[in-house]
């Protein structure tokens, strides 16, 4: 075995909002993977559009720094539990963690899931405190609760005995002094190339390589990113693909070889085993196949993925607004995207309908679902999307089971109470009550996943905005019965054409309004929530009657409220299950399923007659 000394492949874990892709911008500045009069985007690792909006990082991406002659490969990983397929596959890459918390919140539910899965595979962690120099933060309770996570997640001695450092990664310093307020990163690098082991792999043994990340590039078609777990690989060297039994998928040469230097992929003529690189050549090959020398039949062992607890159907739009606004309308589109989404993310599993008309669509949560939704509209795709439902399982004696969700949410203490009571509406059982400082309380529940859909905008307005709510997969656990639902009816269009604001302003009394005047409406769209709990149907194109009567007074001029503007998460949590949310590029609408409302008494009669 030759150990390739100057090479360190970590991956940097945290929950969402701890810092992360920050303090991946400081230590390529501080590297001098930068020119210094070189124009940098804040956030340099979040590339798509979607992750620089939300300010999350939703797609796992390798980089590489040099520092003082070591290679060190760093893999940028998403904080959210509903993207951990992209996580738990990529720390097969990795011989080390950087696990960074926040100096104030501490160790939340995501960061247990990530850290829980890098210890398993026993890779040694380096904790780093991130944002210390906030005013309410608490450096040693933070640390405290670090280490009884690593016990719960029966770390090794050796994982125990971590080296801890102190820093703030947007002032780009950390110190092993938790009250120093100053400095550079090189404490941290120095700690990376002292901690984390170089790749300990064999450079002798023919080439294989797993993969773990596909895209896909105009030029060069399928890219497959992945370590080198032995041997050598050069330009056009004759590869094949090897599925999880062993058998030959296809066979093809390495037609590009690239190696990631700071945000850019550059093309090199070999790599090694340890490094970490995108191949381009195959066609068939995909996330978890083994790409090898001709000369190799035994695959790598893939990392197994957690299932996915919530499904969606998407179908295709047929509304009477359909293939206006998109241009990808037919479900062969649809299928085909989908297909390729399913390829490249593990965590998700798309099953066709008997009437090939719609998809089933099963993934981790209802962003992972919603991220995916919101990519196919900007990319010009139509779509009828179901409210989400959860997977139900069995248990050995063949009783039906649910999955269940560790719920950790911080709110101020005069909104506790609230909380607690519509969680126990939604059938959660607190297992956990504290007081976290600053007027602020944690409570943590177990809850039945069916029960948290659409609860997170109604969380909000409880605690007016101010409450923080982390949910993350637990367990399958007893099935927990009905669960009461949304309390309000809509007001449902009995025609089609464009709203009137006369009509609009009689139907305020009604409830909340979602369109407004000119907007184009049609028989069965939801236009507003009913104050009861049936659903109402109502013509909002009324118009006033124009007589040569006169009225006695003037007429008032007509003032509407605002209508309430739903995003596209909103409107997935809000529908019920005999709703649908019609996705265009440029609009989204709620709807009943069935538009005809002699079908839907129909529908609904033999839904109380089974």
């Given at each position: 075995m030759s150990a390739p000394e100057?090479?360190?492949?970590?991956?940097?874990?945290?929950?969402?909002?701890?810092?992360?892709?920050?303090?991946?911008?400081?230590?390529?500045?501080?590297?001098?993977?930068?020119?210094?009069n070189q124009r940098v985007e804040e956030r340099a690792m979040d590339s798509n559009d979607l992750e620089k909006e939300r300010g999350i990082t939703i797609l796992a991406k390798p980089t590489s720094i040099e520092w003082n002659g070591t290679r060190?490969?760093?893999?940028?990983?998403?904080?959210?539990?509903?993207?951990?397929?992209?996580?738990?596959?990529?720390?097969?890459?990795v011989d080390g963690v950087i696990l960074l918390v926040d100096s104030s919140e501490g160790a939340m539910p995501q960061t247990k899931f990530v850290t829980g899965k890098a210890l398993a595979l026993g890779l040694r962690p380096i904790v780093v405190v991130n944002k210390v120099d906030r005013p309410d933060e608490r450096i040693q309770e933070v640390l405290d609760e670090v280490f009884d996570l690593f016990v719960s997640l029966e770390a090794t001695d050796e994982q125990l005995d971590f080296p801890v450092l102190y820093a703030s990664g947007r002032n780009g310093y950390a110190n092993e002094d938790p009250s120093l307020r100053a400095g550079t990163l090189e404490p941290m690098f120095q700690k990376i190339v002292d901690h984390v082991p170089p790749p300990s792999l064999d450079r002798d043994a023919p080439f294989s390589f797993l993969v773990t990340l596909l895209d896909r590039d105009n030029f060069l078609g399928r890219v497959l990113t992945g370590r080198v777990q032995s041997g050598t690989v050069k330009a056009n060297q004759a590869i094949?693909?090897?599925?999880?039994?062993?058998?030959?998928?296809?066979?093809?040469?390495?037609?590009?070889?690239?190696a990631f230097r700071g945000l850019d992929r550059v093309p090199v003529d070999e790599a090694k085993a340890g490094d970490i690189i995108s191949l381009a050549g195959l066609t068939v090959a995909t996330v978890a196949n083994t790409i090898a020398d001709t000369s190799v039949s035994t695959p790598i062992k893939a990392q197994p993925i957690d299932p996915p607890t919530l499904s969606m159907r998407f179908a295709v739009n047929d509304s009477p607004m359909a293939g206006r606004e998109g241009d990808k309308v037919t479900s062969r589109m649809i299928r085909d995207r989908l297909m390729r989404e399913a390829e490249s993310n593990v965590a998700i599993k798309v099953t066709e309908s008997a009437d090939k008309d719609s998809f089933e669509v099963a993934g981790r949560g209802e962003l992972q679902l919603g991220v995916l939704i919101e990519t196919m509209r900007r990319e010009g795709f139509e779509l009828g999307i179901s409210r989400p439902r959860v997977l139900?399982?069995?248990?050995?004696?063949?009783?039906?089971?649910?999955?269940?969700?560790?719920?950790?949410?911080?709110?101020?203490?005069?909104?506790?109470?609230?909380?607690?009571?519509?969680?126990?509406?939604?059938k959660a059982e607190m297992t956990d009550m504290r007081p976290?400082?600053?007027?602020?309380?944690?409570?943590?529940?177990?809850a039945p996943s069916r029960g948290l859909i659409g609860y997170h905008g109604e969380f909000l307005s409880d605690t007016r905005g101010t409450g923080i709510m982390n949910r993350l997969f637990e367990k399958y656990g007893p099935?927990?019965?009905?669960?009461?639902?949304?309390?309000?009816?809509?007001?449902?269009?009995?025609?089609?054409?464009?709203?009137?604001?006369?009509?609009?302003?009689?139907?305020?009394?009604?409830?909340?309004?979602?369109?407004?005047?000119?907007?184009?409406?049609y028989e069965g769209m939801l236009i507003g929530e009913n104050a009861k709990p049936d659903d109402l149907e109502v013509n909002p194109m009324k118009s006033k009657q124009l007589t040569n009567f006169r009225s006695t007074g003037k007429d008032d001029a007509i003032r509407l409220t605002p209508p309430r503007v739903m995003t596209l998460e909103q409107a997935i949590a809000y529908i019920d299950d005999d709703e649908m949310v019609e996705v265009t590029p440029k609009s989204i609408r709620l709807r009943k399923a069935i538009l005809d409302p002699n079908e839907r008494k129909k529908a609904s009669r033999k839904k109380e007659a089974a």
């Open positions: 100057a090479l360190r492949n970590i991956a940097i874990i945290a929950h969402v909002d701890h810092g992360k892709t920050t303090l991946v911008d400081q230590l390529f500045r501080q590297s001098g993977t930068f020119r210094d060190i490969n760093i893999v940028d990983t998403p904080g959210h539990a509903d993207f951990g397929g992209e996580v738990e596959r990529i720390l097969s890459m094949h693909a090897l599925d999880a039994d062993g058998k030959v998928i296809e066979t093809g040469r390495a037609s590009k070889i690239m139900f399982g069995e248990d050995e004696n063949g009783k039906r089971t649910e999955p269940y969700e560790t719920v950790v949410i911080d709110v101020d203490d005069e909104h506790s109470g609230t909380v607690v009571e519509k969680m126990n509406q939604r976290s400082g600053g007027g602020k309380t944690r409570i943590t529940f177990s099935y927990k019965g009905a669960i009461e639902g949304r309390q309000n009816g809509v007001l449902i269009s009995n025609c089609t054409g464009e709203a009137v604001g006369y009509a609009l302003n009689s139907l305020e009394d009604r409830g909340i309004l979602f369109v407004k005047p000119q907007e184009k409406i």
